[in-house]
């Protein structure tokens, strides 16, 4: 199993002097940053937390506490791809996609709040339609800036994380 790369930090000494300490915290910022801006963060309903994969390769990314602690304490303007997952009577898997740019900075654990009523939506226009029993599950991806993920980019993350195999179309189900 190859393993994958830790997004990290460097921990800052308790014994730091002000001055010290304002400059690892802004390389902290600053590579926090940079980190922000090469992964995608995905979320599934059917995982128990979000995941960065890289925005390079698409491989997914492990992250330490630390990291983790920053992330959640940085503000970056977020652009949000809200995805439905479905599965095609004929077996075959397809994904809708819908870009929503957040245009003022904030914090990764509000991007649920902010995108939740909006996906909702999106998911009941699909209940109406004739897509009704194809739908698998809701997700979404975010990335720093202006950076939107493209289908077959987004199919393939969804795929590696197991969420077309662990999971089943209502129509399938029927069965």
């Known amino acids: 199993m190859k393993k994958r790369k830790v997004?990290?930090?460097?921990?800052?000494?308790?014994?730091?002097?002000?001055?010290?300490r304002a400059r690892l915290i802004a390389i902290q910022?600053?590579?926090?940053?940079?980190?922000?801006?090469?992964?995608?963060f995905v979320y599934a309903t059917d995982q128990k937390s979000v995941l960065p994969f890289s925005k390079y390769n698409l491989q997914e990314r492990g992250i330490d506490q630390a990291a983790a602690d920053l992330i959640n304490k940085t503000e970056i303007k977020w652009s949000i791809t809200l995805?439905?997952?479905?599965?095609?009577?004929?077996?075959?898997?397809?994904?809708?996609?819908?870009?929503?740019?957040i245009k003022t900075p904030c914090l990764h654990s509000e991007i649920?709040?902010?995108?939740?009523?909006?996906?909702?939506?999106?998911?009941?226009e699909l209940c109406e339609s004739r897509w009704a029993d194809n739908i698998i599950l809701p997700a979404w991806i975010a990335s720093s800036g202006e950076n939107e993920i493209d289908e077959?980019?987004?199919?393939t993350i969804f795929e590696k994380m197991g969420c077309y195999d662990n999971n089943k179309a209502q129509w399938e189900d029927n069965q």
């Open 29 to 40: 910022q600053k590579m926090i940053r940079k980190h922000m801006s090469e992964n995608y």
């Open 7 to 20: 997004v990290s930090t460097p921990v800052i000494p308790s014994y730091a002097d002000k001055k010290q």
């Open 83 to 101: 995805c439905v997952l479905m599965r095609e009577k004929n077996g075959k898997n397809k994904i809708i996609m819908e870009p929503y740019l």
């Open 112 to 124: 649920q709040g902010l995108v939740t009523e909006i996906h909702k939506d999106m998911i009941l």
């Open 152 to 155: 077959i980019s987004a199919m």
